[in-house]
């Protein structure tokens, strides 16, 4: 399984031979991004919590998630390339700023936003 760096100059390269970097300004790809998110909502649309468990359960649903989970990926690893991110030490960073608002003994449990623990 390839590595995010992998899968990123993967997809640049699937990108440039077509010619579609002048396309992707950061706002173009953040609102492709945004459209790719809907598409992976649009699959919620209408079920209730019982018809999403059942749905895991079905190939079909299972291959349509996979799609857009991957579009979502493909836009993020391509805002990311263009920006000079690293997703992994980002993600990483973001987990430990996350440890410090949400300490265990105040969130254990809890959905509140840290603003709002005490």
Request: charged share 25%.
């Amino acid at each position: 399984m390839p590595d995010l760096q992998s899968l990123s100059q993967l997809l640049v390269e699937f990108r440039d031979k077509r010619d579609w970097k002048q396309f992707h300004s950061l706002k173009n790809l953040i609102i492709s991004l945004h459209l790719e998110t809907g598409e992976l909502l649009e699959l919620m649309q209408w079920k209730t919590d019982q018809d999403v468990i059942a749905l895991q359960a079905d190939p079909g649903f299972q291959r349509d998630l996979a799609g857009e989970c991957a579009d979502v990926l493909h836009y993020l690893l391509l805002i990311a390339e263009q920006n000079g991110i690293d997703l992994i030490a980002a993600a990483e960073e973001k987990i430990r700023i996350n440890e410090k608002r949400y300490p265990v003994s105040l969130a254990y449990g809890s959905a509140k936003k840290y603003t709002s623990l005490d």
